[in-house]
């Protein structure tokens, strides 16, 4: 069983910074791909950041220079620095992760549960 665990949402105001982690538990036997995706109501979830192991990172052009994705691979963990927010960031945020449980396997995709990020005055 692998579990995705977030934390850090909340509500903030526009131009300011929130930092979101999510930790992998379980039966880990490595993890590739760590990302988070983002949700707005009413429409499709998108993609924000991607960090590989080695630390190749992919960004969505809309947050390009204002988040920063990080991760702690012995902890499992990956972080999303978020500053100079934006209302139009507001959504619910979901990790995501390529994870190995047995080496006979692909890498599994799991998600998180979502966090909710609210950016207003």
């Known amino acids: 069983q692998v579990q995705l665990v977030e934390s850090g949402g909340g509500l903030v105001q526009p131009g300011g910074s929130l930092r979101l982690s999510c930790a992998a538990s379980?039966?880990?036997?490595?993890?590739?791909?760590m990302g988070w995706y983002r949700q707005a109501q009413g429409k499709q979830r998108e993609l924000v950041a991607t960090r590989t192991s080695d630390g190749n990172t992919n960004y969505a052009d809309s947050v390009k220079g204002r988040f920063t994705i990080s991760r702690d691979n012995a902890k499992n963990t990956v972080y999303l620095q978020m500053s100079s927010l934006k209302p139009e960031d507001t959504a619910d945020y979901f990790c995501n992760a390529a994870i190995k449980t047995r080496w006979s396997d692909p890498a599994g995709d799991y998600w998180g549960q979502g966090t909710q990020v609210t950016v207003s005055s």
């Open positions: 379980g039966s880990i036997l490595s993890v590739s791909m």
